[in-house]
């Protein structure tokens, strides 16, 4: 029922099992779909043949984000690693020239002044290893130090700890904002798995549901809604990818929603809506994909963050709307997440928003001079015959099914229009 991974119940998935054995043509042709969204969120998008692979190096903090979990970790075991191996080569390396690796040949006749190394306690690369780890981690043992004797040691120790503290921001930082990522809030922001489509006040409504697991709660949070489908221009260019976006239905005529118990946020079908000419017909031969995404900042921590989701045509159901899930007990609103994503069926028509306007000769806005719906006028019946269709508002008069100024414009055929009054009473004789 959920879009987020492990919170489908199990009688859900051995309905789908058996929904897929059925129907296998259905499940050939849903894997052939395309989608550029995800039920997770990703984007489904393969970027090939990319010559400038240079930009990524020029902002490393933002690539290094990016990465996946196990190349950051290797990353980061290799800077360190490589800084040690690299000093410990330097530290040798002095210690070498200085003559601090030669052994030491004392005797009794000719008694020599004891000479001061550059470090001490070095006598191999594994000692200048060990030495370099401890200057980088300033672990500090002891048993190894810089002396005064030569000037260029004391230079590579300010060098390595100037490196070594910038190496463990940057690794730092890195770790720090992959954990902090504000897609990891957003596994807990949740949206039913199927999107409905079904009659509200009258007027089909594209519908889903959408709710926050956590008690802190997403500050700011916004709903935008595009569609996404192939087009072809007038002068006949192919846009396979057009973005058009869809107005949430809302009072305040803005996409803002107070996500403090799961929502249903909805998208009359009216005219200017990209689905306004969708029917229960043509929704299954449709190449659209319906895309959701919410923003908001995160409460506790004040980092802005993005939900997102898709619908195809196959979870798009028509005639059907979502039960209720939040109930009154004790005094506080209870949200039973069982029935997040269940359904109920409704009566509807299998008509598109087009058509229903066309048929039932509704204004553009729907409503008539008294702020009420309009009702449907003379209805032609059969050969000579008419008949009253659909249910009149009370109080107001029955209003034409046809547009009488369209009737002015358009030219006239050399025929004397006939007023409706004389064929009603025509009929009647």
Partial sequence: MLARKGLVPDGFLLTRLAEERNHPNRKRSRCQRARFITKTGSCNVAHKNIREQGRFLQDVFTTMVDLKWQHSLLIFTSAFLCSWMLFAMVWWLLAFAHGDLQPRQHSAETPEMPTIPCVTAINSFASAFLFSIEVQVTIGFGGRMVTEECPAAIVVLI??????????????????????????????????????????????TFMFRVGDLRKSMIISATVQLQVIRRTVTSEGEVIPVSQLDIQVENPLRSNGIFLVSPLIVSHTLERGSPLYDLSAHSLAAADLEVIVILEGVVETTGISMQARTSYTPDEILWGRRFVSIVSEEDGRYCVDYSKFGNTLPVRM???????????????????????????????????????RGGRACEGAASRPWYDPAREEAEPSSGQEPVPLEVIGRRTGE
């Fill in 159 to 204: 060098v390595q700890n100037i490196l070594g503290l910038i190496i463990n921001a940057v690794m730092l930082g890195c770790i720090f904002m992959k954990t902090a990522q504000a897609n990891r809030r957003a596994e807990t922001l949740i949206f039913s798995r199927n999107a409905v489509v079904a009659p509200r006040n009258g007027r089909p």
């Fill in 349 to 387: 028509s299998a008509l598109s928003a087009k058509e229903l306007e066309q048929t039932r000769g509704i204004r553009e806005d729907g409503a008539d001079a008294d702020g009420r719906p309009q009702g449907w006028g003379l209805v032609r019946a059969g050969r000579g015959g008419f008949r």
